[in-house]
C-alpha cells in the first residue's frame, strides 16, 4: 500500500541556520498539505500543495512539490525559537471514490537552540 | 468563530472508568474527526463523521463510541478507561472530506488512566 515516509524524524538546529524536512511518499500524491504543532500545542494547516513542480512561499518558510508529484519539502530560512515544533505533512488515504482519511506519521520535530 | 472547542482540557481516571470528551465546532462543517496522539507519534483517526447522525470508525476505534446529534457537537466516550487509552485526543472538522481539504483542530484533552 502507499507509504509516505518523512525525514528526519528529529533535528536540531542553532538559530539562524537553515532547516529542511522531507516527505517521500512510494506513489504518486494527488496533493500534500503541511501542518505545525507547536510543543503542547494542536496541529495547524500551513499549505497544501497540488500541482506538480509548485513552489510556495510563507515568509522565511518555502513549500515544495516535485515534478513527479512522489515528494514534498519544506524548508525555514534561517530558523527562530519560535519555529520549535512539530511539522506533519499527511497524505490522503483514498477507499474508494472521493471517500478517504488524512494519514498523519510521525512527523519531523524541530527543536532551535538559541 | 471560536473554531473547534474541546472539553475538558485535562482528566484523570481510574481504569474502569467511563467518561465523554466533549467537541464542538462553529464553522457550520459537516465533517468531524477524533484522533488520538501518544507522545512522540503522529495522529491516529479513532472515529468520524460526515453529518449529523452518521459516524464511521477510523484506525483505531476499539474501546470509544461517538455520536453526532447535531452539526456542531461530536462527543467521543470512553466506557471503560483502560492505560493504553492515555493519550491526547484531539478533535477536528472540515468543510469537505476530500483530499486536500484543510482540516481545523481543536486543542486537544489530555487523558491519564491510572
Known amino acids: 500500500g502507499q507509504q509516505v515516509m518523512q525525514i528526519p524524524q528529529y533535528q536540531h538546529v542553532q538559530e539562524g541556520e537553515d532547516f529542511t524536512t522531507y516527505c517521500n511518499s512510494s506513489?504518486?500524491?494527488?496533493?500534500i498539505q503541511w501542518y505545525k504543532q507547536r510543543p503542547g500545542g494542536h496541529p495547524v494547516f500551513l499549505i497544501q500543495?497540488?500541482?506538480?513542480?509548485e513552489v510556495k512561499k510563507q515568509k522565511r518558510l518555502t513549500f515544495q512539490f516535485g515534478e513527479a508529484k512522489k515528494n514534498s519539502s519544506l524548508h525555514i530560512t534561517a530558523t527562530q525559537t519560535t519555529d520549535v515544533g512539530t511539522y506533519f505533512c499527511?497524505?490522503?488515504?483514498?477507499?474508494?471514490?472521493?471517500?478517504?482519511?488524512?494519514?498523519f506519521g510521525k512527523g519531523t520535530k524541530l527543536s532551535v537552540k538559541p | 468563530n471560536a473554531g473547534v472547542t474541546q472539553t475538558p482540557k485535562f482528566r484523570i481516571l481510574k481504569i474502569g472508568q467511563s467518561m465523554t470528551l466533549q467537541c464542538t465546532q462553529d464553522?457550520?462543517?459537516?465533517?468531524m474527526y477524533w484522533y488520538r496522539q501518544d507522545p512522540g507519534m503522529g495522529l491516529k483517526l479513532i472515529y468520524y463523521?460526515?453529518?449529523?447522525?452518521?459516524?464511521d470508525k477510523g484506525e483505531v476505534p476499539n474501546g470509544y463510541n461517538v455520536s453526532r446529534s447535531t452539526t456542531e457537537d461530536f462527543p467521543l466516550r470512553l466506557e471503560l478507561a483502560a492505560p493504553s487509552q492515555t493519550s491526547v485526543y484531539f478533535c477536528?472538522?472540515?468543510?469537505?472530506?476530500?483530499?486536500?481539504?484543510?482540516?481545523?483542530f481543536g486543542p486537544g484533552t489530555r487523558l491519564t488512566v491510572l
Open positions: 477536528a472538522s472540515s468543510y469537505y472530506r476530500t483530499s486536500g481539504n484543510e482540516q481545523f
Open positions: 506513489t504518486t500524491l494527488s496533493n
Open positions: 500543495l497540488v500541482k506538480s513542480g
Open positions: 499527511p497524505w490522503w488515504k483514498a477507499y474508494g471514490g472521493s471517500q478517504g482519511n488524512l494519514i
Open positions: 464553522m457550520n462543517h459537516n465533517y
Open positions: 463523521s460526515v453529518g449529523a447522525g452518521i459516524t
